[in-house]
């Protein structure tokens, strides 16, 4: 079946530090990947999102860029904040293998220090 | 315009109880997921609807789990006789065709 597996951390870094969370997927089909963002107290919120080979994602500074030939789709960002701080999700979504659900990595616990 | 809404947000039973848990989808969209959060296994699907229709139920982790959809719009997933390990966070999403999920705040589920 489809599976993502993602660094667990946790990941610390001081302010404005380079970051990268690596990603990558294994899928039957051919999937859309994402990266969500749970920051402490809250819910799950859609970071970016890719839909077909070599899209780059980005939002709020970060990218990611849909790499079909190395099935990854790793995290970065140039220069952190202490803001950053929270869990990163990569998941995928491959309505070809079946069920219409997201397949999520166990997530990065990243925390950025002033 | 209003998010996913779960509710409760907490809920604390016994072994060997019934538990409803409830969300209220963004009006308009017509798919709906379950998914749980726990330490152990991380994030899992569980089922899906669209409208009230849950063509694959082979996520639900056992035959004490079930779930329904009213009027496209409500879903309840209701786990009987519970156990210590059903203990995890709850979530639900919803969303429009070809858009991204949303995602609600979940029901903490404690087993005691």
């Known amino acids: 079946g489809d599976s993502v597996t993602q660094m667990e951390g946790p990941v610390t870094l001081s302010e404005e530090a380079f970051l990268t969370i690596n990603c990558t997927y294994t899928a039957t089909g051919y999937p859309s990947l994402f990266w969500y963002v749970q920051y402490p107290g809250e819910g799950l919120q859609l970071l970016l999102k890719a839909t077909k080979a070599d899209d780059k994602g980005s939002n709020k500074g970060f990218e990611a860029t849909y790499r079909k030939e190395t099935t990854s789709f790793h995290l970065e960002k140039g220069s952190v904040q202490v803001s950053d701080s929270a869990v990163y999700f990569c998941a995928l979504s491959d309505p070809g293998g079946g069920a219409d659900g997201l397949t999520f990595g166990k997530g990065t616990h990243l925390i950025i220090q002033p | 315009g209003a998010g996913v809404s779960q509710s409760p947000s907490n809920k604390v039973t016994e072994k060997g109880k019934d538990v409803e848990l409830r969300c209220d989808p963004i009006?308009?969209?017509?798919?709906l997921y379950w998914y749980r959060q726990s330490l152990g296994q991380g994030l899992e699907f569980l089922i899906y609807f669209q409208g009230n229709s849950a063509p694959d139920k082979s996520g639900l982790p056992s035959d004490r789990f079930s779930a329904e959809r009213t009027g496209g719009s409500v879903s309840t997933l209701t786990i009987q006789r519970t156990q210590q390990e059903d203990s995890a966070v709850y979530l639900c999403a919803s969303r429009q065709v070809r858009s991204e999920q949303y995602f609600g705040p979940g029901t903490r589920l404690t087993v005691t």
């Open positions: 009006s308009g969209h017509t798919a």
